[in-house]
């Protein structure tokens, strides 16, 4: 990975997510890919699939992490999650990171897509800066009642340092 400073959210984010060597993982909403770079540092036979609906920011993705999209470790796509078929079997983990998508509207067939698609006992991590701390109570609400509805058990987590809030849907 390109030495580039990671915002202390995404490296906070990725150490919550605690991805191990073999994990299957689905970064959803990739940006400039620095997150689905910690994440396949971390990867060894597992593997990491980076989706954004922007090919800006999946160009950006494949140029910062070139060593892992050459490898094999990281896949790139340009796509939206509502249309997304994924190639493996089951996932172990799927995380966003400042993805509107799970309070502003209706997400219950991305959510139930996830659900789906992910291992018994894997997990969903939807994690959301909460500097303006207004938000945060609505943000947990919704994330969290559309989680429940499809059917993950749901739980939190709030930092400080770096300002985040994190909503986990347990399958």
């Not at 990491?48 to 070139?66: H, L, P, Q, Y």
């Not at 796509?77 to 309070?103: E, G, M, S, Y």
């Not at 209706?106 to 991590?125: F, I, M, N, R, Y």
């Amino acid at each position: 990975m390109a030495t580039q400073t990671i915002p202390a959210r995404l490296r906070w984010a990725v150490d919550v997510l605690d991805v191990r060597p073999d994990d299957q993982v689905l970064e959803i909403g990739c940006g400039a890919g620095q997150a689905a770079g910690l994440v396949a540092s971390r990867l060894t036979s597992g593997k990491i699939m980076a989706i954004d609906r922007s090919e800006a920011s999946v160009d950006a993705t494949k140029r910062r992490n070139r060593e892992y999209v050459e490898s094999g470790r990281l896949t790139v796509r340009h796509i939206d999650l509502a249309t997304l078929r994924v190639p493996v079997k089951r996932l172990d983990k799927a995380f966003a990171v400042n993805v509107n998508l799970f309070w502003v509207r209706d997400c219950q067939d991305e959510v139930a897509l996830l659900h789906e698609k992910l291992s018994p006992g894997g997990t969903l991590h939807l994690f959301f800066e909460s500097t303006r701390r207004e938000e945060v109570p609505t943000i947990v609400e919704k994330s969290s009642h559309s989680l429940a509805q499809a059917g993950f058990r749901v739980t939190a987590l709030q930092s400080q340092r770096p300002a985040m809030v994190a909503i986990i849907g347990h399958r």
